[in-house]
């Protein structure tokens, strides 16, 4: 009778963990569905919402559905990419044949890259400093470094302007860091609207 009792407690105990284990699957998938409907709906209202949804729907977890949270890791995709694409560009600055013309462009275009990492950084620190400071003031702030990264980003090519070819090719590695740059604008002007 005793070995009975065992086994129907211990049955009954694991039919509860399943329970237990399925509910929480269900309820985890239930809000990984709700933030990435929220990545994608916030997504919907930026001039490029594939790359905006491709770019931060890996982070729906982190994100949850905060448009502060959205907006701030916009930003640190952004920035990590004006990273990485600036380093790039200076590689690309080494190459031999450009002419003295195009070695003047690279200059400026490699230092407006720089100036949009510093803008980018400094936009990224200053909305995830804790409340101290006017929340009007600080998005003001971000929307104004952001909409300057986005103009240097912009400017990056025109220097190229009598070479078609490295235009291009300059144009190629800055199209994806200003599309970026354009969607973290727009999230961080959400966010603005919504605590406005």
């Keep these: 009778m005793e070995g009975l009792y065992f ?12 329970l237990l284990f399925t509910s929480s699957i269900t309820l985890i998938s239930a809000l990984e569905k709700t933030n990435i409907e929220f990545i994608r709906t916030s997504c919907s209202l930026t001039t490029y919402p594939t790359l905006c949804f491709n770019s ?5 977890g982190a994100i949850q559905t905060s448009p502060k949270l959205l907006a701030q890791t916009a930003l640190s ?3 990590d990419t004006t990273r990485t694409t600036s380093s790039a560009m200076v590689k690309l600055s080494q190459a031999h044949g450009m002419t ?31 409340g101290s400071k006017d929340l009007r003031l600080v998005t003001s702030d971000v929307q104004t470094w952001v909409s300057a990264a986005m103009t240097n ?44």
């Design 7 to 18: 086994i129907y407690s211990l049955s009954r105990n694991i039919l509860l963990i399943s």
């Design 100 to 130: 003295p013309r195009e070695v003047v462009a690279m200059k400026d275009c490699i230092e407006l890259l720089s100036d949009s990492v510093y803008e980018l950084k400094r936009s990224l620190e200053e909305m995830s400093r804790p």
């Design 153 to 196: 980003e912009d400017t990056c090519s025109e220097g190229f302007v009598n070479d078609p070819k490295m235009k291009s090719v300059v144009r190629g590695k800055i199209v994806n860091v200003s599309h970026l740059t354009s969607n973290a604008l727009a999230l961080v002007n959400s966010y603005a609207s919504i605590r406005g």
């Design 56 to 60: 931060l729907s890996t982070q729906a």
């Design 77 to 79: 995709v952004t920035l």
